[in-house]
């Protein structure tokens, strides 16, 4: 019985001991599921979650929204993890799942992410109407097409206008005077939908009176007048085929042409003999024709007080057509004829604006592509399309123009594509341009045959023509001319003339600021073209022709800087200048006569060319009459190829010809002044071409100085006049401009003043 006992308390040691040496398991891991959270990062999305504790990894899945299963992303051992190659324009759906060796958790929660890839926005403009708006916009950039939304700015959903690849469109059959959010959005494969930013706009409100067709148009205007105060507005264009019209005697109210046209139109009168109201959006269509049976006329307005036109339009051509001498004032526009302080804001012609008078005489002429005459004007964002021109034997300069006498800066022959002539002798009287344009088809044309048959007076008249204006006084910012500008003004058997009252005057951008105007930012890049066979007073010139303006003259009411004087600043010069001369010019890059000038440019090309008897030639100004102190110029260059030929082969005084300055003449006696100076630290320079048949007169820098007792620097010792290229003259064969020889082509010659010349060799910079 003992045995028993202890064999079994044998058997329960041993499996007590067994027991006690076994390996224990470890502890089985766990992973929570984490949390995640998604965004797209550029072309990707950016999936984030919180660490989880235990993981040495996660798995990242995703699929597109309508598939059925997810697919690894990838396998990180941290996050953020950045998920890439998508189809765009689609939502995905992402989760992630944390692992420990073969231990993987339950999946995080599921984030959707619209995996977007957006083209730039569009810029829209929305202009009302009545029950319309009229949207436009930019084109994108690989846009396929756009979607015109709109809704009522206090709806909540909107409506789809218009989805297509044209960048316009208007929405019709809105309420009259009610506010709506407008927005447009750009579509292309692979991208999602872009939209503009929203323009809440109102309808324009209900009008007084509609005009629909071509009777209730004519009955409008013959029942209008100076009193009328009241709103009209076109609902449709308007055909006026087999119509005529009555000019309206006046009107103050408002006009809203909503885009619409007046069309088919054959009339010798404007639509408003005189207009003090708001006329908008209206356009005289290209079918239209007139006749001109008026000496102040335009298209749409006679004489204009106080006028605002905006977005007005003129297609239509304009004829005065003379079968006689033409004995009164001639003033003509695209749009007006006469305006006293009219705004025109976004107006165009496109229309050839003429005078046509072969075989005869005219006298005082304002004839612009959009305004014949002005005076307190002002023109904003303003083009010319159209050729404007005038054709006869000749014209009197001398004569009054617009009820001014000519010697106070009121008469004269004035031609511009976008206003004429104005009244130059106030300061109350300024025009204004700014971001106006004379296009390429605007060419501005002058020709006179028959000189010679004008009475001899000896007093100035002037006849000046320009891209954008011909004569006024004011200021003019940031415009351009790309059309060219031809005068030619001759005798008879093209023998010269002393006619000291038929002045031309002839620029890219004006031809005249006889009282001053400013130019600032303008750019000439039309060839302008001349004929003359006039001198004024013998040898003492005043017809000019400049790249900007050809003479601008000194007010000492207004020398400083700023508004209304006779300051170019920063213009630029890339047409050719070419003048025939049987007379005497003076001929410049930017100004022919005078000028104060900062920053301008005379490009490489620029060729100028001149070929007289006489005349002032210069790759910044002609011809320079007065103290530095009222005619400085500072850092300007011109890099111009300058061509003049001495027809006569006469080498006198009043034949020069200079790199920056023709010839600089009548600076007041014992006086010293600095001349070509530096700005800012920027010298004016020359790194263009001068020959000339002439043998003395000419140089790389100043031609001429021809002044009192006194002294003269041009550029400084610190900062030298720059000057390359080369140089040749009579007797001199062409030369390249060295370090050698830099200092003794700089001046032609000089009298009666002390000359402290700061030139120097420098190779112009590559482009």
């Not at 302080?341 to 012609?349: A, L, P, T, V």
């Not at 010792?717 to 082509?745: H, Q």
Request: aromatic share 10%; net charge negative; charged share 15%.
């Amino acid at each position: 019985m003992k045995k028993i006992i202890f064999a079994f308390s044998a058997l329960a040691l041993i499996g007590a001991f067994v027991f006690s040496c076994k390996k224990p398991e470890p502890e089985k891991v766990v992973l929570n599921a984490p949390v995640i959270s998604a965004e797209m990062s550029g072309d990707a999305v950016s999936v984030s979650w919180n660490p989880v504790t235990n993981a040495t990894g996660y798995k990242v899945e995703y699929k597109k929204a309508s598939d059925a299963e997810f697919a690894l992303a990838g396998s990180p051992t941290y996050g953020p993890f950045l998920v890439t190659g998508f189809d765009f324009g689609n939502t995905y759906e992402f989760r992630v799942k944390a692992t420990c060796g073969e231990v993987e958790s339950p999946y995080s929660n599921v984030v959707s992410v619209e995996v977007a890839k957006y083209l730039s926005k569009p810029v829209i403009a929305v202009t009302p109407g009545i029950g319309f708006l009229n949207v436009e916009w930019q084109a994108v950039e690989g846009a396929a097409s756009y979607q015109v939304e709109y809704k009522l700015a206090l709806a909540s959903e909107y409506t789809v206008g218009y989805t297509g690849d044209e960048t316009s469109y208007k929405i019709t059959s809105l309420e009259s005077g009610v506010a709506y959010d407008v927005r447009v959005g750009v579509i292309a494969e692979g991208y999602s939908m872009s939209y503009s930013d929203v323009t809440t706009i109102s309808t324009t409100a209900a009008p007084s009176t509609i005009i629909a067709n071509a009777d209730q148009l004519i009955a409008w205007l013959g029942s209008i007048s100076g009193e009328t105060t009241d709103v009209a507005a076109l609902t449709a264009d308007i055909d006026m085929t087999g119509k005529t019209i009555t000019s309206a005697p006046g009107f103050f109210g408002e006009l809203q042409g909503q885009g619409f046209a007046i069309k088919n139109l054959q009339s010798s009168v404007p639509l408003f003999a005189v207009n003090n109201g708001r006329i908008t959006d209206l356009v005289i269509d290209e079918s239209c024709v007139f006749t001109v049976g008026c000496n102040i006329f335009g298209t749409l307005v006679g004489e204009d007080g106080h006028g605002t036109y905006e977005n007005v339009k003129n297609k239509a051509n304009v004829t005065y057509t003379a079968s006689a001498d033409v004995n009164s004032e001639l003033i003509i526009g695209g749009l007006v004829g006469k305006s006293d302080g009219g705004s025109f804001k976004n107006c165009s012609n496109s229309g050839a604006v003429k005078i046509e008078a072969p075989g005869h005489k005219h006298q005082a002429v304002g004839l612009g592509g959009l305004v014949g005459f002005a005076e307190s004007a002002v023109f904003e964002g303003c083009i010319n399309r159209g050729p404007v021109s005038l054709t006869a034997d000749y014209g009197d300069p001398r004569t009054s123009l617009s009820g001014y006498n000519p010697n106070n800066g009121g008469g004269g022959i004035n031609v511009g594509g976008i206003l004429g002539g104005g009244y130059d002798y106030g300061s109350a009287y300024f025009c204004t341009f700014k971001e106006c344009e004379n296009e390429a088809a605007g060419a501005i044309t002058v020709s006179h045959t028959k000189i010679d048959a004008l009475a001899s007076v000896d007093n100035s008249g002037y006849m000046a023509a320009g891209g954008i204006l011909g004569r006024a006084r004011g200021n003019m910012k940031n415009c351009k001319n790309f059309a060219p500008v031809n005068v030619t003004a001759t005798t008879s058997d093209r023998a010269s003339i002393k006619l000291r009252n038929f002045c031309i005057e002839v620029g890219g951008m004006a031809g005249l600021g006889l009282w001053a105007i400013s130019f600032e930012s303008c750019s000439n890049n039309g060839n302008i073209d001349v004929v003359y066979d006039g001198k004024y007073n013998g040898n003492r010139n005043r017809s000019s022709v400049g790249g900007i303006c050809g003479w601008q003259d000194y007010d000492a009411a207004d020398a400083s800087e700023g508004e209304a004087d006779i300051f170019g600043y920063y213009c630029k010069q890339r047409g050719n200048i070419t003048v025939n001369s049987n007379g005497v010019v003076a001929v410049g890059g930017i100004f022919g006569f005078s000028g104060k000038q900062i920053g301008n440019t005379v490009y490489d090309s620029c060729t100028i060319t001149y070929s007289g008897t006489q005349g002032y030639v210069g790759g910044l100004v002609g011809v320079v009459q007065d103290n530095p102190e009222s005619y400085s110029i500072k850092s300007s260059s011109c890099a111009a190829t300058i061509i003049a030929e001495d027809i006569d082969g006469v080498d006198d005084k009043y034949f020069t010809v200079g790199g920056l300055i023709g010839g600089w003449c009548r600076t007041s006696a014992n006086q010293s002044w600095s001349c070509l100076t530096a700005r800012d630290g920027k010298p004016c320079s020359f790194s263009g071409s001068v020959s000339s048949t002439t043998i003395s007169r000419v140089g790389t820098v100043v031609g001429y100085i021809a002044t009192p007792s006194g002294t003269l620097r041009f550029g400084d010792a610190d900062n030298k006049i720059p000057v390359s290229g080369t140089f040749a003259k009579k007797d001199v064969p062409a030369v390249a401009i060295s370090s050698e020889n830099v200092e003794t082509y700089a001046i032609g010659a000089d009298e009666g003043v002390e000359v402290a010349m700061n030139v120097e060799y420098a190779a112009p910079a590559a482009e």
